[in-house]
């Protein structure tokens, strides 16, 4: 029998190794009286810990100093004023630090930032100081040494499997974060991305391992979902937010694990939690078999403002349904036959129930007639509609202005991955070259958790400032170029 503790346990025994590095930024120090800043950069974005000290010039300072410390992921961070942020998330997220120091000495600041650059303002001394040393010791459990240099002779392509390997690297701490700097825990669908990634590139199977029992150790809501987040650190907790998408893409991530792996004794600790997952969903089907509404905030799909997303979420199920049913054949289930079943039964009722045949799109009173990207998406990954039929819908809402489009790299890798399933090749790498160049385009180090090419102040949050500028879900390219071989001279 597995128990909550067992999975801990599990989860422990697979606690990844940090690798440390030391970064020496670009200036080596810096006389200062009041007022006067440093710009620091790091020449990479790094996860970790700064450290610096702190001397007199020629006369003792004779009252404690204050200094400023700002850390920012790219340049435009860095020259915000924190001040003026006005967003829904804490303000604490903003990496910025007051501190005061009463004499000369070492300081190694005891929280992690995740930044490229740092600026330090002397907001007050008596006399000249001289600040030295500075260094920023950087952490991931991510080994540089498996990673495989991906050779093509496009240029973008290789630029962005780069970053995106980098961006994956920074996420990887002791758990896949969804981003260093913002909200640095553990969520799934951060992590279904991250792993898939992760098998192609670092090929850490621990860290796989430890994320899906730390979820299967999760308290579980009134619907009987897992929670969408958790915590481990400094002990574990249960996160409070319950998404049936990322529910279901938690028995996603197990079938990713054993189709990498094959390794059933994990399938097996978690093939009960995994049937109940889709128990439960299939509990809040109607009598049509078509997703209920549920109250609160149940479905995630994307950022999209105002998305309507019922659709897509009953795409998801039956995404998850056919990996499952995959799955269980695999490992010889006898509940095999059950879940094939059930998945056609779904698949016809979403196409009779959602599908408009004038409009030939997913176009439904489910989700107030709204037309979107997400439904066609997710429909066509759920195998409502296939070859020539999911193009025509796919490439006709991809080119509609009115209908709502993906914000984040998360909804767009499942843009990407509908487009390899109707072996859109070509089509899937101009979208990769887009979106993920158009950020390549911007100079970034690492990818962002949302990017619309004509609005880059867009935010989930209302505030781009607290945007996390290298996130997790954003790394998917390397996935998609290395699995696939990607090498398109476009
Ligand atoms: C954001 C997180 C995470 C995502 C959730 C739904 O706040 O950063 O990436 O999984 O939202």
């Known amino acids: 029998m597995n128990d909550k503790n067992s999975f801990l346990i599990k989860a422990q025994e697979n606690l990844p190794i940090l690798n440390y590095r030391n970064i020496i930024p670009n200036v080596k120090e810096f006389t200062a009286v009041s007022g006067d800043s440093v710009f620091l950069d790091l020449g990479e974005h790094a996860v970790g810990h700064f450290s610096f000290a702190f001397d007199n010039v020629n006369e003792f300072v004779d009252a404690p100093v204050r200094l400023l410390i700002k850390f920012g992921e790219d ?4 020259n915000d004023d924190f001040s003026q942020y006005t967003g829904g998330l804490s303000k604490t997220w903003l990496q910025e630090e007051v501190i005061n120091l009463d004499f000369p000495q070492k300081i190694i600041m005891p929280r992690r930032y995740a930044c490229r650059y740092i600026k330090i303002t002397v907001e007050k001394t008596n006399k000249p100081i001289r600040l030295y040393d500075f260094s920023f010791c950087a952490s991931t459990s991510a080994d540089m040494s498996v990673l495989k240099t991906y050779v093509t002779t496009d240029y973008l392509l290789k630029k962005i499997d ?8 920074e996420c990887m701490q002791l758990v896949f974060e969804d981003g260093p700097k913002r909200d640095r ?7 279904r991305l991250e792993a898939l990634a992760n098998y192609y590139t670092f090929n850490n ?8 029992y730390l979820f299967a150790a999760g308290n579980m809501n009134e619907l009987g979902f897992l929670p969408s987040y958790v915590y481990e650190t400094p002990y574990y907790h249960s996160g409070e937010a319950h998404i049936a998408d990322y529910a279901l893409l938690y028995v996603v991530s197990v079938c990713d694990y054993y189709e990498h792996t094959g390794d059933v004794t994990v399938v097996n600790d978690l093939l009960q939690l995994c049937k109940s997952q889709l128990e439960s969903f299939r509990a809040i089907l109607d009598e049509n078999l078509i997703v209920t509404r549920q109250p609160g905030w149940f479905a995630f799909i994307d950022w999209c403002p105002g998305l ?19 799955l269980l054949k695999a490992i010889g289930d006898d509940e095999y036959e059950k879940y094939v079943l059930h998945l056609s039964q779904v698949r016809c009722a979403a196409k009779n129930h959602l599908f408009d ?4 799109l997913f176009i439904n009173k489910l989700d107030n007639c709204q037309l979107s990207v997400h439904s066609q998406v997710w429909m066509i990954l759920g195998g409502v509609i296939s070859g020539e039929e999911a193009k025509e819908v796919l490439a006709s809402c991809l080119n509609n202005k009115n209908a709502k489009q993906p914000v984040t790299p998360y909804m767009r890798h499942y843009v990407t991955e509908a487009m390899f399933k109707l072996n859109m090749q070509s089509e899937a790498v101009e979208y990769i070259k887009k979106f993920w160049g158009g950020m390549i385009k911007l100079g970034v180090d690492t990818f962002w958790e949302a990017y619309i090419p004509d609005d880059l102040d867009f935010s989930p949050y209302e505030d781009r400032m607290i945007n996390s500028l290298c996130h997790a879900w954003s790394c998917t390219p390397s996935y998609f170029i290395r699995k696939f071989g990607l090498q398109y001279p476009k």
Do not use: P
Request: aromatic share 8%; charged share 30%; hydrophobic share 45%.
């Open 185 to 191: 825990r553990l969520w799934i669908g951060d992590l």
């Open 205 to 212: 199977l621990e860290i796989v391992k430890r994320c899906l």
């Open 308 to 326: 309507e997303c019922l659709t897509a979420l009953q795409g998801v199920y039956l995404y998850t349904l056919e990996r499952f049913s995959e």
């Open 357 to 360: 045949e004038r409009a030939h």
């Open 162 to 169: 780069l970053v995106a390997t980098n961006t994956l690297k």
């Open 75 to 78: 340049l435009r961070e860095i």
